[in-house]
């Protein structure tokens, strides 16, 4: 009976054995289908992993010109703040100097003047007041408003020459 019982085991063993074989072949026979799949995955998946790098590089590299166009932008509209400033503390300069009005316009009516022969222009620019005076006188020529003031009240020109000398200090007494 003993030798019954150890035929039956070794002939279940045998026919387990071939199972296992038979699973173990198809494991193996399987696999390499499983290994081109696993590749082409992996393939994918570095791609994919690739192209995610790349674009976070890319949202990085986006979010420094972002900030360094803020910066700028900040220090842009620091200066135009000062650039204001300077206009306006110029502008009170020129107010408090006596030159009003943009350049164009003193030219123009300077060259009207200087167009004028000095007798013309002298009992005109004899009933304007300083600044305005200065300011005209001052976009002519050296000659033309020379002859200007020859025509001009004797008092009015003494007035205007004082006018455009200035404040005489005691280095000019």
């Known amino acids: 009976m003993r030798g019954l019982l150890l035929l039956a085991a070794a002939s279940a063993a045998l026919k387990l054995g071939g199972l296992m074989f038979a699973w173990n072949g198809t494991a193996v026979a399987a696999a390499p289908v499983a290994t081109r799949t696993d590749a082409a995955c992996s393939a994918d998946a570095r791609s994919f992993r690739e192209l995610l790098e790349t674009v976070r590089a890319k949202a990085d590299e986006l979010g420094r010109r972002e900030s360094a166009l803020r910066t700028r932008e900040s220090g842009l509209a620091v200066t135009r703040r000062l650039v204001g400033a300077e206009v306006t503390r110029l502008e009170g300069i020129a107010k408090a100097l006596g030159v009003t009005g943009g350049a164009g316009e003193g030219m123009s009516i300077g060259k009207v003047y200087e167009a004028m022969t000095p007798e013309e ?15 005209v006188l001052g976009r002519m020529r050296e000659r033309q408003v020379a002859a ?26």
């Open 121 to 135: 222009a002298a009992p005109i620019l004899d009933r304007l007041d300083d600044a305005t005076l200065r300011s």
């Open 148 to 173: 200007i003031l020859a025509a001009m009240n004797p008092e009015r020109a003494v007035a205007v020459t004082k006018a455009f000398a200035g404040p005489v200090g005691p280095a000019g007494r």
